[in-house]
C-alpha cells in the first residue's frame, strides 16, 4: 500500500511535469498542497466520478485558481472520464480541457472558474448557501436527501482581495456550518513574502467574522491534516478555516520556499532534483500502478452514491411532489405553466397602460412570476426598498430560519454577485440581485464571470440614468450600459415601460444558459401604446413601436426612458415620416436573423437618430455613417432629475432639432 507521501506525490509530478512540458503554469501551490488535497480526496470528499452531477456530492473548489493542475491531477487520478492522461499533457495548450485555470464546462469535475483570486471562496459561499437552503426547503425527518460539504482551497492572495472579507463576513454571519476553507499559509505571494505587505492576523480575523477557526496546522502532516478536518466537520454552526503551514514548491530543493515557483516551470534540471529529492522514480506523466489504484475513486464513489439512491428512493415514495420539484429545479426545468402566466401577465399590463418606474413594474413582474417558481432566490445589496427586488411572498433566509427565498446581503455589491454565481453552479436556484446600475462597476468582475460560466444569474440593476437626479455623478451611471452590452453571453435589457420589464423578465428567466442585466429606471415613464401582435416582437430586442406611412423618412431608436422622448418628437414632426424603433436590448436584436433586423432598421434609411442618456459608444453600430446619437459622453450633475436632463441636452426640443438637421 502506497504512504500518504506517495499518493500526494503523484499531485506533485502530475503538476511538474504538465507545466514543465507547456513551459507555462503555477507548480508551486499543487506542490505545496498536495498533501492536504490527498487527506481531503481519499478520506472526507463524497463524490463519484462516475457521475460528476450527482446533486448530493460534496463541491470542492480551488479558489487560488492558478493552481489548476492540482485539481486536474485529481480529477485524472480518481478516474473522472473527462480528464485522461492526454489532457494532463495537453495542459494550457489550444482546446484542452486542462486550460490555465479552472474553467466550468470544459471538464467534468470543475466546479466554478476561478482565477480572479478571491472569488472562488466567495462562489464556495454561494454553494454552501445553497445546500443549506436545500435541506431546509427539501429534507424531513428520518429523510436527508441533501446533506453535504462545501470545501474551498484559498491562499493569501484570496484573502488580501476584498471580495474575501465580503464573502467571508456574509458566511460567517449565515452559519454556513458546512463550509470548510483550508488557507495555503505559505507567506509567498508573485512579489515575494508576503510580510512586506499582508500582516493580517487572519485566524482572528475570521474568528470575528464568526467562523470556527484551526490555527497552527502542519500542511505536510497528514495526521495533522485529519484531525484539523474531523474538528471542522464537527462544527455544525459556523463555518471553518483550517490554516495550513505549507511551503511553495514543497520538495524543490532550490525553489521550495520562494516567489520563483509561483508561477514559471521549474526547469528540467530542477525538476530531475526534485524527483531525485523526493524519491519519485517515474518517468514524466508515468504514476505507478499501485498508486493509481489507491486513488480510483469509481468504486468508493458509487458506494456513495447507491447508499443515496436508496434513501432517495424511499424519499420518492414518501414525498413525491417534493421528490418531482427538486428534479424539475435541478435539471433547470421551468413549470409547464410559466409560460402562459407571464403572456397573460404581459397582456394584462399592456391594457392596464399604467404609468410607473420600471424599477416598480420589475416588482409587479416578480409579484406575478415568481409564486409559480419556487427556485427564485432573490435579494439586494442593502437596496431593497430602492431596488424594488422584494415581492409579497418574499421570505428572509437568516442564520436562524434557512428556509426562504430572500437575502439581505448588505453592502456587498461584489460578494452578493459572486455567491449568486455559487447558487446558480450548485444547482435547485434561479438567483437574482439588485444594486444601484452604477455599482456594476464593484460587482463587475463577477458578472464577467456569470458570462463566461454561462450561468443564469439575474442582476437587477436600478437608478438606470442620469434620471435619478440630486445623488450626482458618483451615482448617474453613464458608461455602464455600454459595458455590459459589450461582455460576451450577457443580455442586457433596458425596457420604457411596464410592458417591456415584463418581458425582459420573462426572457431572463427562460433564458437557461447565461445571465441578463435588467437595467430600471428610478423615475416613472408613460406607458406605451402597442397592438397585440408587437408584444411577441418585444422578445427580438428591438422592434417598431411607432410606423409610419411608407418609407421612413427618419428613423429614432430608443430605449427605457429616452423612449417617451422619441415618441414625443415624431408627433411634433409632422412633415416627417418618423419611425420609432423601440430596442430595450441591443444583445437580443443582434441575435436575430438579417431579414428581421433589416426590416426594422432598413439599410436604405441612413437618417437615423438614436437617444440614450448614456454614452453614446455603443449606438453608431445601428446609425451608421451618416447617423446621429443624442447621448452623454461626460459625467453627470447634481440636480433634480428634470434640470439635469435639460442641462445634458436630453429633451424633445433636442431630438427635434437633431430631426429638422437631415434634408
Known amino acids: 500500500m502506497p504512504t500518504r507521501r506517495e499518493l500526494a506525490n503523484a499531485i506533485r509530478f502530475l503538476s511538474i511535469d504538465a507545466v514543465q512540458k507547456a513551459n507555462s503554469g503555477h507548480p508551486g501551490m499543487p506542490m505545496g498542497m498536495a498533501d492536504i488535497a490527498e487527506v481531503l480526496w481519499n478520506d472526507f470528499l463524497k463524490h463519484n466520478p462516475n457521475n460528476p452531477q450527482w446533486i448530493d456530492r460534496d463541491r470542492f473548489v480551488i479558489s487560488n485558481g492558478h493552481g489548476s493542475m492540482l485539481l486536474y491531477s485529481l480529477l485524472y487520478l480518481t478516474g473522472y472520464a473527462d480528464m485522461t492522461l492526454d489532457e494532463i499533457k495537453n495542459f494550457r495548450q489550444l482546446h484542452s480541457k486542462t486550460a490555465g485555470h479552472p474553467e466550468f464546462g470544459l471538464a467534468a469535475g470543475i466546479e466554478t472558474t476561478t482565477g480572479p483570486l478571491g472569488q472562488g471562496i466567495a462562489n464556495a459561499v454561494g454553494m454552501a448557501l445553497a445546500e443549506r437552503t436545500l435541506a431546509a426547503e427539501f429534507n424531513r425527518p428520518n429523510h436527508e436527501i441533501i446533506n453535504h460539504f462545501t470545501y474551498v482551497f484559498l491562499g493569501d492572495g484570496c484573502l488580501m482581495e476584498g471580495i474575501s472579507h465580503e464573502a467571508c463576513s456574509f458566511a460567517g454571519h449565515m452559519r454556513l456550518g458546512k463550509l470548510i476553507a483550508f488557507w495555503d499559509d505559505n507567506g509567498i505571494s508573485i512579489d515575494g513574502k508576503t510580510a512586506g505587505w499582508f500582516t493580517d492576523d487572519t485566524p482572528q480575523r475570521f474568528e470575528s467574522y464568526g467562523w470556527h477557526v484551526v490555527a497552527d496546522v502542519d500542511g505536510h502532516d497528514s495526521e495533522a491534516i485529519k484531525k484539523a478536518l474531523e474538528s471542522a466537520r464537527k462544527e455544525t454552526n459556523k463555518p471553518s478555516l483550517i490554516c495550513c503551514k505549507t511551503t511553495i514548491a514543497f520538495g524543490s530543493p532550490n525553489y521550495a520556499g520562494s516567489e520563483k515557483s509561483h508561477g514559471a516551470a521549474l526547469g528540467e534540471k530542477e525538476v530531475a532534483l526534485t524527483r531525485e529529492n523526493l524519491k519519485w522514480p517515474s518517468p514524466p506523466f508515468e504514476i505507478p500502478e499501485n498508486i493509481r489504484a489507491a486513488w480510483n475513486a469509481s468504486a468508493k464513489g458509487s458506494d456513495y452514491e447507491n447508499e443515496w439512491k436508496a434513501k432517495w428512493q424511499t424519499y420518492q415514495t414518501n414525498f413525491p411532489e417534493l421528490a418531482d420539484e427538486l428534479l424539475r429545479r435541478s435539471q433547470k426545468k421551468l413549470p409547464k405553466n410559466f409560460k402562459a402566466i407571464a403572456e397573460d401577465f404581459i397582456s394584462t399590463q399592456q391594457k392596464a397602460m399604467e404609468t410607473m418606474a420600471t424599477r416598480k413594474a420589475s416588482q409587479a413582474a416578480l409579484n406575478a412570476y415568481a409564486p409559480s417558481l419556487p427556485e427564485m432566490l432573490g435579494g439586494s445589496a442593502d437596496l431593497t426598498g430602492s431596488n424594488n427586488t422584494n415581492w409579497s411572498g418574499s421570505k428572509t433566509i437568516t442564520n436562524t430560519h434557512p428556509n426562504g427565498n430572500y437575502i439581505f446581503y448588505g453592502v456587498r455589491e461584489f460578494g452578493m454577485s459572486a455567491i449568486m454565481n455559487g447558487l446558480a453552479l450548485h444547482g435547485g436556484f434561479l438567483p437574482y440581485g439588485g444594486t444601484f446600475l452604477v455599482f456594476a462597476d464593484y460587482a463587475r468582475n463577477a458578472i464577467r464571470l456569470s458570462a463566461i460560466m454561462q450561468q443564469r444569474v439575474i442582476y437587477v440593476l436600478t437608478h438606470d440614468s442620469i434620471g435619478l437626479g440630486e445623488d450626482g455623478p458618483t451615482h448617474q451611471p453613464i458608461e455602464h450600459a455600454s459595458m455590459l452590452r459589450n461582455t460576451p453571453n450577457l443580455s442586457v435589457w433596458?425596457?420604457?415601460?411596464?410592458?417591456?420589464?415584463?418581458?425582459?423578465?420573462?426572457?431572463?428567466?427562460?433564458?437557461?444558459?447565461?445571465?441578463?442585466?435588467?437595467?430600471?429606471?428610478?423615475?416613472?415613464?408613460?406607458?406605451?401604446?402597442?397592438?397585440?401582435?408587437?408584444?411577441?416582437?418585444?422578445?427580438?430586442?428591438?422592434?417598431?413601436?411607432?410606423?409610419?406611412?411608407?418609407?421612413?423618412?427618419?428613423?429614432?431608436?430608443?430605449?427605457?426612458?429616452?423612449?417617451?422622448?422619441?415618441?414625443?418628437?415624431?408627433?411634433?414632426?409632422?412633415?416627417?415620416?418618423?419611425?420609432?424603433?423601440?430596442?430595450?436590448?441591443?444583445?437580443?436584436?443582434?441575435?436575430?436573423?438579417?431579414?428581421?433586423?433589416?426590416?426594422?432598421?432598413?439599410?436604405?434609411?441612413?437618417?437615423?437618430?438614436?437617444?440614450?442618456?448614456?454614452?453614446?459608444?455603443?449606438?453608431?453600430?445601428?446609425?451608421?455613417?451618416?447617423?446621429?446619437?443624442?447621448g452623454i459622453d461626460r459625467f453627470g450633475e447634481s440636480a433634480p432629475a428634470e434640470a439635469v436632463f435639460e442641462y445634458l441636452g436630453i429633451t424633445v426640443a433636442a431630438v427635434v432639432e437633431k430631426i429638422m438637421q437631415f434634408r
Open 494 to 630: 433596458r425596457p420604457c415601460d411596464s410592458v417591456e420589464t415584463a418581458v425582459a423578465w420573462q426572457m431572463a428567466i427562460e433564458k437557461i444558459n447565461g445571465p441578463t442585466a435588467l437595467l430600471l429606471s428610478r423615475q416613472n415613464l408613460p406607458a406605451e401604446p402597442r397592438q397585440a401582435s408587437q408584444l411577441e416582437l418585444i422578445k427580438r430586442g428591438g422592434y417598431i413601436l411607432k410606423e409610419c406611412a411608407g418609407t421612413p423618412d427618419i428613423i429614432l431608436i430608443a430605449t427605457g426612458s429616452e423612449i417617451q422622448l422619441a415618441m414625443q418628437a415624431a408627433a411634433h414632426c409632422i412633415d416627417k415620416k418618423i419611425r420609432v424603433v423601440s430596442m430595450p436590448s441591443t444583445t437580443e436584436f443582434d441575435k436575430q436573423e438579417k431579414v428581421y433586423r433589416d426590416a426594422v432598421l432598413p439599410p436604405a434609411v441612413r437618417n437615423r437618430i438614436a437617444i440614450e442618456a448614456a454614452s453614446t459608444a455603443c449606438w453608431y453600430k445601428y446609425v451608421g455613417l451618416d447617423g446621429k446619437v443624442i
